[in-house]
């Protein structure tokens, strides 16, 4: 684990019911360094799904800590 590397990523920040709601929903693409942070109030397990979504995703779950818990 090299804790010296470091990327910059743009993201849109979906913190509301409506914008975790829409997601990337009808975004035809996003760059390397692009993607969507959801902001919940408390760590729990939670599913996803992005409807009408035509690009591929990854998804990154990042605790309280700012740790990858899951890929």
């Keep these: 684990r090299n804790r010296n590397w470091r990327q910059i990523v743009h993201v849109r920040i979906a913190i509301t019911d409506k914008e975790q709601s829409d997601g990337l929903k009808n975004i035809d693409k996003l760059f390397d360094n692009e993607g969507m942070l959801f902001v919940f109030d408390k760590e729990d ?9 035509t690009i591929p995703l990854d998804v990154i779950f990042i605790d309280e800590d700012y740790n990858v818990v899951k890929v």
Excluded: A, N, P, R
């Design 45 to 53: 397990q939670v599913s996803m799904w992005m409807e009408d979504t």
